[in-house]
Each structure stands twice: as C-alpha cells, then as structure tokens.
C-alpha cells in the first residue's frame, strides 16, 4: 500500500489552518485557507475601512505587483504578463471576449472540454476542432501532431487537469507541438497550478485561487504572452489616458478595477505559502495521495475508480454500482459520516462522461485514516 512521503508538509497544513468539521476530501472545489491568508484579507478590509479602498490597494501596490511575479512564474510567464481576475470562468471570457474571433474561427480541443469554457467558445461562434484522446480522456499526441501539421486550428485550448477526472494532459509536449505549427496555446490550469508543474511553455494561462493554492474564493488570473495580448482589444485603451497608458504592463488592461483586492493581497500570501511549503514536495505528497485514494475506494461498494492508479494527482473519481446514487451518496457521507465529497454530473463533459461520479480529492492535511473512513463509508 502507498504511504506518504513529506509528513512535515501535512503537520505544517494541518496547524496552519482551523480545524475542520469533519473529514474534508474536497480540495478541487475549494481548499480550506490558511489563517494567515484569512487574517490578510480581513486585515485588508479593516484597512479599506480605515483609509479608503483606493488609497488601500495604492499601499498594497507592491505586495500585489510581487504576486504578479510569482504567479506568473508558476506558469513560465512575467509579472507585466499577468492580470487578477475574478475566477477562471471570468478569465476565459475575457480572453475570448477581447480577442474577437470571427465567427467559424476554429479551435482545438479534447472531447472532455469543461462544459463552461466550450459554452464561452460557442457563444463567441468558434468552431471546435475535436483532438483525439484515449479511453482515459489523454490526448493523442500523435493524432494532435497530424491536425496541426495538415489542417491547423487558429488556436489550441486545453484544460491541463479536468474537473471531472484526475489525469493530467501532456501539456509540455502539446506546447512544443503548437509552437512548431505557429499556434498558440491556452492551458486551463484551474485545477492544475498548485497542484502538477503548470510552467509548460504556453501562451495564454489562466486559473483560480481558491483549488490547490488554498486561496479566498473571487480571485483568479489570467497571463499572456505579449504577442496574444496584442491579439486583444481592451475595453478601456491607452487613448483615454493623459500619457496613452505609458508604462503599464500590457496585461494590466485586462484587470477589473472595482475588484476584490483584499482577496487578490489573500491570493499573494496564499502563493507564498505554496513556495515555502516547496512546489516540487507538494506535488509529491498530492500524487501519493491520489494513489492511496485509489488503492482505498476502487471496488469498494461496487464503486469504481476511473483514473490509472499511478496518475499523479489527488483528484479521484468514481464511478457508481449499477444501483448506485452519486449526488445522494454525497448527502450520505455529509449527513451521516461528516465526509466532504463532490457529485460531478455528466454535464461537465458531455462527450466524455455516461453519467455522474464521485469525486475525491484530498490537500496535503489529509491522512490514511480519514481516507480509510471513507472506504468504510461506501462499502458500510
């Protein structure tokens, strides 16, 4: 049976964090932050109160442009390419929004698409362009290779973990492709920054705060390379300012300015957490996690485990017993057992997905013991 290295890293996640009520496995919905992240944005808040909310975010201006770079390094970019957002649904809109394809423009995609980002595209009028994958949902990188050699989508967008299934996509080898064919790359790593390496050579990047960084729920980002921002048509431009926008970093355009900045400043120590508790060890523990998950549930109670078992993530799905009842299993194990767990319908990947799964997906707190009690509780 797996065991789990870095014990350090679940001590030090455990203390740092109020103590849950019960047994949380659902970190790919919402990580449980850190009292140091919630005492910053409430600190924030007070200070907002105290001096003014513009005069605030003017003070925090530093600690904000530090977690532009940091960010934006986690995923091979630089601060000036890098703007917060609201979510990574709000990321992706504005993304396509400002770029405003013609209609019939063509992007490549995996069949398992998170429904919301091909909701986005559609709505724009692009055409998806369906890249192959296996029974897994992992792409095809040969099948991927002739598309963009022969017949070349304008753009390739690609969720690098999805949410209804913990495998992660060849995100390294699909960037080296797109650039060798002259098209860009857009990774969703919404359920991936925090969690697997996110620095992989793409040309647009967006994600979350409040999944594996363990940061405040309304905060996300969006990085660019300078040459897709230049692809984008700001809603406020350069003309309306007294010096044409002189010296602010092309992504920046892209920032709401009425946003939640006590949950971006929330954001930067969340990230500084992460950095401290060392990318590559989390990784590390978060897969074995994921292993021990599967090794625990799969077949129990006539459940079955949809991932590989050495996919190296923590996120877990399973799929029901012929009899079985995913959403009210979940109000089970809440109810009865005070186990936290995600019903996932099919309609997060229509063409994936033949009906709905269990998702599992514990942070680095999590122990053995807590998932061997939910073993217990699906096979009762």
Known sequence: MTTLPHDDLGATWRAARTRPAGVHLDSAACSRQSAAVLDTVARHARHEAEIGGYVAEAAADG???????????????????????ESASASVRTLFSRWRPAPGTRVGM????????????TDAGLVPVV?????????????????????????VHLTLVASHRGVVQPGRELAALCRAAGVPLALDVAQALGHVD??????????????????PRGVGFLAMRPSVSARLTP???????????????????????DAHVAGRVGLVVAVGEHLAAGPHRVRERLSALGRATRERLDGRGGWTVAEPPDEPTAITTLRPPADGDVRATVARL???????????????????????????????????????????????
């Open 334 to 380: 809440r109810e009865h057992h005070g186990i936290v767990v995600t019903a996932i319908g099919r309609e997060r990947a229509w063409a994936e997905l033949t009906g709905p799964v269990l998702r599992v997906s514990p942070h680095l707190d999590a122990t053995l013991e807590e998932l061997d009690v939910l073993a217990g509780a699906l096979a009762p």
């Open 198 to 215: 996110c620095d992989l050579g793409a040309d647009a990047v967006y994600g979350t705060s409040r999944k594996w960084l363990a940061g």
């Open 131 to 155: 890249l192959p994958a296996d029974d897994a949902g992992r792409l095809d990188l040969a099948a991927a290779e002739r598309v963009l050699r022969d017949d070349p989508p304008a753009l």
């Open 235 to 257: 809603v406020v431009g350069p003309e309306l300012f007294d010096d044409g926008g002189a010296g602010v970093d092309h992504a920046r355009w892209y920032e709401s300015h």
């Open 63 to 85: 600690l904000l442009q530090q977690g532009r770079s940091v960010l934006a390094g986690l995923v091979g970019l630089a601060a000036a390419d890098l703007a917060f957002t």
């Open 110 to 121: 995996l069949p398992g698409e998170y429904w919301q980002n091909l909701a986005v595209l």
